[in-house]
DNA sequence: ATTGACTGTTATGTTGCATAGCATTATTTT
DNA sequence: AAAATAATGCTATGCAACATAACAGTCAAT
């Protein structure tokens, strides 16, 4: 088996796997890029898209962050930033006011309306992977987010 | 457990999962994209990114296969695939012959040099997944892998 | 009080990814 | 055989994601 291979190539010190389809990297993009196809998808009916989902969702979950807490969470640039919390805002799905004590910082908070539709965008997402990942069990589907996790939040701090 | 937590949301018909964390492709697209990172600056040695390394690999794995066919299998357009080769080309990584049959046809196959820089770049590669993956043992590397797998495997053909 | 750091923001550039169209060649249909 | 259909390699082009540099305003530290 591939595993059994892998781990004789590493005992040997030849650590390089054979092929393409041996990298885990090749298999977490396409994975991930088919992921952002069917949720960018799905979302087309919302009119947003993932990262503004993901945007709207962190304002949700964390009731007054402020938008360079928000890069730090999601691992975005502020410049980036600038441009999704206006749409949201233009479609008044969070407000921003000032921090009482810091002058610099806006603290965002989600309207009501923002919480429905961050439970419709959750709903339509939610449909989405349930399709994605219908080979899978639900044991499965935790041990992968599990491992994932793993992955990426060892990059110094997640 | 998160796994019994949504398994009843599931049941009760509330499918969508609570929380962004909760969301597979959230921690796809964040594993995924700390691997390019890592992958590109693991290869920076070499020149090149990953994507010229998928479709050099492509090539040594499939002597004589054609642009188009390599766009089928690592799923991307044909126009894209032009500059790629070109970049392969002018390094003397692969030659273009014609083919006996069909003209409109290029095959491509590896040269020596490409098949030598093909293993540098795995062993680059290596040594990255090595420590993207230190926090998984041998056997959930392998599970990871058949998990994604079946993911985007369940496109239409993968 | 000055230095240094942080916030939100604009401007800009790079890369990946997707579409449309084209000339050439093959294949299929009539 | 002729005509319609399709595939190949390619150019041009646009959009969206992602990254850098710089700015004014505000705060913190020395």
Redesign the interface.
Known sequence: ???ES??KA?ETGA??????????????????????HG?NAALEAAGLR?VSM?VL??IT?NPGVSAAEICRIL?MQRANIVAVLAELESRGLFLREADPGDNRIQRLFPTAKGREEA?HM??L??????K?????T????????R??????R??GE?
């Open positions: 088996m591939s595993g892998l781990k590493q650590e390089s796997p054979l092929q393409l389809r041996d990298l885990i990297g090749y298999h977490l993009k396409r994975a991930s890029a088919w992921d952002l949720a993932t993901s969702l962190t979950e691992r439970q959750l709903s997402i939610g449909a989405h992977e349930e994605m990942l219908a080979g899978l639900l044991a499965e589907r935790d041990e992968l987010r491992m994932l996790a793993i992955i990426w060892e990059d997640g």
